[in-house]
């Protein structure tokens, strides 16, 4: 059995019950069928069957295996044996559109370990830490309540859809967020060491290397909380927060990248804003976030005054907090495609960050924004409420729209 790239601890051991599947088969079956994704006559039963039984099952996790129908056996020789025949046509489709680099999630009845058929939410994704263009992950999902039946929970439900569609790209994520910490670790680790084999060791300053390790450390977890926080469907944990203690952290998580590119810094905060009502650690990732890709578009291209602005103000009782940079600013193609997952222009990019700041800032009932010119940098704003009032306040800002 191969799992890829994609950290085999985190395959097996994620509490969403995950199928892999080897697509080659379904790809050449598209390809010699001509099968259209958006024509609905094109999906007839026969081509449904062949479809759904194209995919070759290649792993399942330990939460799957417990949950699905597997008849005594490692895994099901076909995907019909999971998906009931109802659902098939659904999710013929979804694999096409998995092909065309899509993402697809739906809801239906899956054939359960125990005989009993439960509702469930099926989201697939392509698995990009394999080689393997053709390998896609599909997670099942219990619902607690029969299908359709609960209306009231449907902007929940949905919103819990959206960020399922996402566990998989999270995954992928951590590895690109605790990335840059576990840098700052060794390299401050290294220089600690250095100091120490001096004659006279200066122990000063190997203190503040051992602060910065505990800093990047407690980092390193925060952002491995949040994104377990949203795998989870958990709401932002909302706290009062002095935002410009919050951009201070940012910014001393930052500093040396940010000395190291040679870049000014302005922070600019409103005198007597009031504090955010926010989940601290999500929204400093956000802004460690938008910080450092900043920095980086400053530094890698012609930008000759490299300067990087962070501001907050209030407007309408909410708290307005933007970045700015003088880089190159963004395209009007990439501006289409900024936001999604995996989008990315740089060669050793993941493309998760915005898609990571725009789902915790909407998960604040915000919106993020940016305006930018070609050559004239770019700038990203959103709101936050400012207080546990402001919870049920009117839509979020969109002054900045651009
Ligand atoms: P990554 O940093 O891994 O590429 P992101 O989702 O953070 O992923 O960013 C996606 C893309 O958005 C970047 O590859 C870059 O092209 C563009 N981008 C983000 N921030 C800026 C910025 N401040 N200026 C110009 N382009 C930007």
Not at 148 to 168: C, E, K, P, V, W
Not at 298 to 314: F, K, P
């Amino acid at each position: 059995m191969e799992s890829g790239n994609l950290s085999r601890g985190a395959f097996s051991l994620a509490p969403l019950a995950m199928v892999r599947l080897d697509l080659r088969k379904t790809r050449d079956l598209v390809a010699d069928w001509s099968i259209p994704l958006e024509s609905d006559r094109s999906y007839d039963h026969a081509c449904v069957c062949a479809l759904t039984n194209s995919a070759d099952i290649l792993d399942l996790n330990s939460a799957a295996q417990s949950i699905i129908a597997l008849d005594g056996k490692a895994r099901p020789d076909r995907l019909s044996h999971i998906i009931p025949e109802k659902l098939q046509k659904t999710f013929a489709k979804g694999l096409v559109a998995l092909l065309q680099g899509k993402s697809f999630s739906m809801e239906g009845t899956v054939k359960s370990a125990d005989g009993a058929d439960f509702p469930a939410h099926i989201a697939g994704w392509t698995d990009i830490q394999t080689h393997e263009r053709d390998q896609i992950i599909i997670g099942i999902t219990k619902l607690d309540h029969p299908l359709g039946s609960n209306n009231t929970d449907i902007l929940a439900d949905l919103a819990h859809a959206a960020r399922i569609s996402m566990l998989g790209e999270m995954t992928a994520s951590i590895s690109h967020e605790v990335n840059q910490p576990l840098g700052s670790i060794v390299t401050s680790a290294e220089a600690g060491l250095r100091w120490l084999s001096h004659d006279k060791p200066d122990l000063e300053e190997v203190r503040s290397l051992l602060e910065r390790i505990v800093a990047s450390g407690r980092r390193a977890g925060n952002i491995i909380s949040a994104l377990k926080g949203l795998a989870r469907n958990a709401k932002p944990e909302r706290e009062t927060v002095d935002i410009a203690g919050l951009i201070d952290e940012a910014v001393l998580i930052l500093r040396s990248d940010l000395n190291r590119r040679q870049i000014g810094l302005r922070v600019e905060i409103a005198p007597d804003l009031p504090p955010a009502w926010i989940d601290r650690t999500q929204v400093l990732q956000v802004i460690v976030n938008l910080v450092s890709n900043a920095a980086q578009a400053m530094s890698d291209g012609q930008a000759w005054n490299r300067t990087l602005a962070i501001r907050a103000r209030e407007n309408r009782q909410k708290i307005v907090l933007e970045v700015e940079d003088s880089g190159p600013g963004v395209d009007p193609q990439v501006r289409e495609r900024l936001f999604e997952s995996f989008y990315t222009t740089k060669p050793t990019g993941i493309g998760m960050g915005l898609a990571i700041c725009r789902s915790i800032i909407e998960a604040h009932d915000s919106k993020i924004e940016l305006q930018s010119s070609p050559y004239l940098g770019a700038r990203f704003s959103f709101t936050l409420a400012t207080g546990p009032d402001a919870d049920t306040a009117a839509s979020p800002d969109s002054t900045d729209a651009a």
